[in-house]
């Protein structure tokens, strides 16, 4: 009974071939890949409030 072998993977290409020489530029949307709407503050500022809250709520519990 043999065991299976692992697969056999293609060789790896030249490094060199992987680097351009020159780098693709593109805009700081397409690299986010999303418009920014400015939502996430509010997301935040809510978070953290609750948990503030949350403890503010457990302190008061304990004592």
Known sequence: ???????????VADPEDQHPEEPKRVT???ARQAVPTGH??????????????????????ST
Do not use: Q
């Open 1 to 11: 009974m043999s065991k299976p072998r692992a697969p056999e993977y293609p060789p």
């Open 40 to 61: 996430m503050r509010y997301v935040l500022g809510v978070g953290i409030a609750l948990v503030i809250l949350a403890f503010l709520i457990a302190y008061v519990a």
């Open 28 to 30: 700081t949307t397409e």
